[in-house]
């Protein structure tokens, strides 16, 4: 009788995932609500676990270094796990502290020189004109007003000033959103930190349990290389980051480029985004350093071109790519698709991504490869 349940079971089941899938086609906007709000619910679980696996990083070599000099248990776990939150947040500060108020003096520089930044481009579009009629080259009139810009900048204020406190009141209220969800996944990120080796042990059992023998050990092998490829990737990122922020402090000291410090902490935390960050370290160092000093800008650009190709064929293929097994091509192809499809997020998690699939068909062609004797070198 089950043996003859069993086709039926099957039939219906198949009838039903076709019925599902046929209603999901016709109302994708109503199935990427339903994904939507269901994602908001797990969202600080998600950030929990991506906060724990960051803070993961420090705290296994602290823990390590805890093993190696203190050697006790006693009091490991609670010191390390303080101390690598510590490390952490640290970083995050400071970043904050160093380069937003950099910004903002750099803003105020500009806001305060605009007059005479307009008058110069002035000057030098009338020499242009000036050397351009000898040649017969007629220049459109410039008539720059300053008082009519001043004046059309305090008119857009007042005129959409209520929407933009309306605009503010909204962002206000995504930020406080956005904070308790931050602390619920802080939270969330210690309890699993705590207590990590009994929840990958209950992740074992419950694998084990609900999945055939021969599926439970592929999937728990595919989640242990899943864990050390994001480990590596992050540890390989973090110290990429540190290896190009001090060669470009170095090397702007030497050349007297201001902002050396700001600077070099923005290009080290640009460079956790693979390949593009280098843009926009780029972009934002080029602009704080040009109200400052504009000779010393182009100066910056030429350094800094050098120094991402010496990062690019040195420092991040052995770093980076090495310490994920992606060969250098795929690191690329890997942030270009993923930028592509996902943004920012896309980019950070694209290659320890590739990383992983690629492993997994590399093993799946040798083993191809050995069933039909053949050298998988």
């Known amino acids: 009788m089950n043996q003859d349940n069993f086709p039926t079971k099957r039939i219906l089941g198949i009838i039903t995932f076709a019925l599902l899938l046929y209603w999901a086609l016709l109302h994708p906007s109503q199935v990427g609500a339903i994904f939507s709000g269901a994602f908001s619910l797990v969202s600080p679980f998600v950030l929990g676990f991506a906060i724990a696996f960051i ?23 609670p010191v390390c796990l303080v101390a690598s939150l510590v490390i952490v947040a640290g970083i995050i500060f400071a970043l904050f502290f160093i380069v937003v108020p950099a910004l903002g003096e750099s803003f105020a520089n500009l806001a305060s020189q605009l007059p005479q930044y307009v008058r110069h481009l002035e000057a030098l579009y009338f020499s242009l004109a000036e050397l351009l009629a000898q040649h017969n080259i007629v220049m459109p009139t410039l008539d720059l007003d300053l008082e009519k810009i001043y004046s059309t900048v305090l008119n857009f204020f007042t005129n959409y000033g209520q929407a933009l406190v309306d605009t503010t009141v909204g962002v206000t209220t995504s930020i406080v959103s956005v904070v308790v969800n931050f602390v619920l996944a802080l939270v969330f990120s210690l309890y699993v930190l705590a207590q990590k080796e009994t929840l990958m042990g209950q992740g074992r059992k419950v694998v084990t349990a609900l999945l055939p023998q021969r599926w439970a050990n592929k999937t728990l092998e595919v989640a242990t290389l899943t864990n050390k490829t994001f480990a590596n990737f992050v540890t390989g990122q973090l110290t990429e980051a540190v290896i190009l922020g001090s060669l470009c402090f170095l090397g702007m000291t030497l050349l007297r480029i ?113 069933q039909k004797g053949l050298h998988t070198k």
């Open 55 to 77: 803070v993961n990083v420090p705290l296994r070599l602290l823990e390590g270094q805890w093993d190696k000099h203190i050697k006790t248990p006693k009091g490991k776990r």
């Open 258 to 370: 201001p902002y050396a410090a700001v600077v070099s902490v923005l290009i080290g935390f640009c460079a956790l985004i693979p390949i593009f960050g280098a843009i926009i370290g780029a972009i934002v160092g080029a602009f704080l350093i040009l109200l400052v000093a504009p000779r010393k800008a182009l100066w910056f650009l030429i350094f800094l071109i050098i120094l991402q190709q010496l990062e690019g064929n040195l420092i991040y293929p052995r770093v980076v790519g090495k310490s994920v097994g992606l060969p250098g091509i795929w690191v690329l192809a890997a942030v270009t698709v993923g930028g592509n499809a996902f943004g920012l997020v896309g980019m950070l998690l694209s290659v320890p991504v590739c990383s992983v699939l690629y492993t997994l068909f590399r093993e799946f062609v040798n083993h191809r490869l050995e």
